[in-house]
């Protein structure tokens, strides 16, 4: 063993080098989860030598590194940015994974020559997308709020029913009439006890005085995690409790709730990194050359048939355009999901379970590169992103807590309608305003007569209850410009 300065000390280094492998896969416009499995592959067996082969440690350090990132989706989520795509994300989330465990398992059957149910294991264990590279990637590319709320809503509840699937097919016990039942039971009782909770934290919180302000991330951090545990003692998803305690915190009129959000950003970041690096230094690199050619089966299997036959199940009843459902295929994206799945599968003693974590290893690193990288691209392709679409950015400024305001930064894309545009034409709601304009790197106050050019950014403060209108004001004003009134406030 050693010593505690000595892991105390690899640990700061791994975290540090997580850190800058942000900056880095920013620059090289790589996911960073391929720098930190990087990471956790230098660290092993066959760099530098540190040899780690638990499976189940890892298996249960991944899934509490799960909850964390989870509860940082479901914080950072906004109910009322996701609620029109409620529909949709809950049938990506059970819909969808079942077309896609059925499609997949079927190929992999005839491609690869698996028995039936360990062809449905695998394709269950390819099902899920990764709510760590979702949330990390999709805030970034600016598609619509319905088409990201859709694939956040998917990513954070998706988890839930393919866990549930993995752990049933995995095991040698029967699947009867009555498995479905336990499925719908499991999920059911999972949101009702992830809300409960999450409403009563909230509740709590809002009227515990506490000595110290930094005692609130931390309470709301173990609300969700103790919704986890409430969720599996009851027999039900505590992946699923988690997620929804979060989004309901998340969305409940918390005291110091940017400090909290910011506290649940860091940890989901820490968790994303020790999670990623964790599962770099299980696998071994010398078996995964005979991994490559199941990996791209697989991975042609789920891309060209499973994903997009699943979003069209789902989708379709939904009447979602098909540019957007194009754009939800490409974007199922997969990470360290999948691969602790298949720990998991490994643990229950599945056959071939080794070589399960070692394909899927391949696949996430091929999926990661092939759609993480172009989905900006694909998103342009398809004129589903939104360049001018309001983000909302992180500030630690406790007036804006006690005022009920939000920040919000606008950027004028080359091409918008919002150019030429003078503030007083851009007629914000009561309650929003422009209160800062940044212009070739210089910052300014507006008054009515600014008049917008390409490539500004808006700094808009708004009331939380001006936000949704002001939003869609902006929208309205980038795609009619000024004539943008005379089309509702929609502005189509």
Known sequence: MASLEVLLGVVA???LLGVLAVRVSVRLGLPSLLLYLGIGILLGESVLGVQFDNARLTENLGIAALVFILIEGGLTTRWDAVRPSLGVGVALST????????????????????DWRQAFLWGAVLSSTDAAAVFSVLRGVGVSPRLAGALELESGMNDAPVVLAVILLASTDPITWTTPLLVVYELATGAVVGALLGFAGGWALRRAALPATGLYPLA???ACVLAYTAGQLAHASGLLATYVAALVLGNAKLPHRAGVLSFAEGMGWLAQIGLF?????????????DAVIPALIAGAVLLLAARPLSVIAAATPFRVPWREQAFLSWSGLRGAVP??????????????????????????VVLTLLQGST?????????VATPAEPMEIEVDAAPLDELGADLLTVRVPVGSRLRGVYLRELRLPAGATVSLVVRDAAAFTPDGDTR???RDQLLVVTTAEARGPAE???????????LARWYGQSGR
């Open 13 to 15: 280094a791994v975290v």
């Open 220 to 222: 709301a951090m173990a």
């Open 95 to 114: 819909v969808a994974v079942a077309v896609s465990i059925a499609v997949a398992g079927t190929g992999l059957h005839y491609l690869l020559g698996l």
């Open 472 to 482: 869609e004001r902006i929208r309205a004003v980038d795609r009619r410009g000024r």
């Open 452 to 454: 917008l050019r390409e």
């Open 277 to 289: 690096v964790l599962l770099g230094l299980y696998v071994s690199p010398a078996r995964l050359l």
């Open 375 to 383: 989905l900006p691209w694909v998103a342009r392709r398809l004129r």
């Open 339 to 364: 691969i602790v799945l298949a720990l998991i599968a490994l643990t229950e003693g599945a056959p071939n379970g080794n070589r399960l974590v070692d394909v899927v290893f391949v696949l996430v």
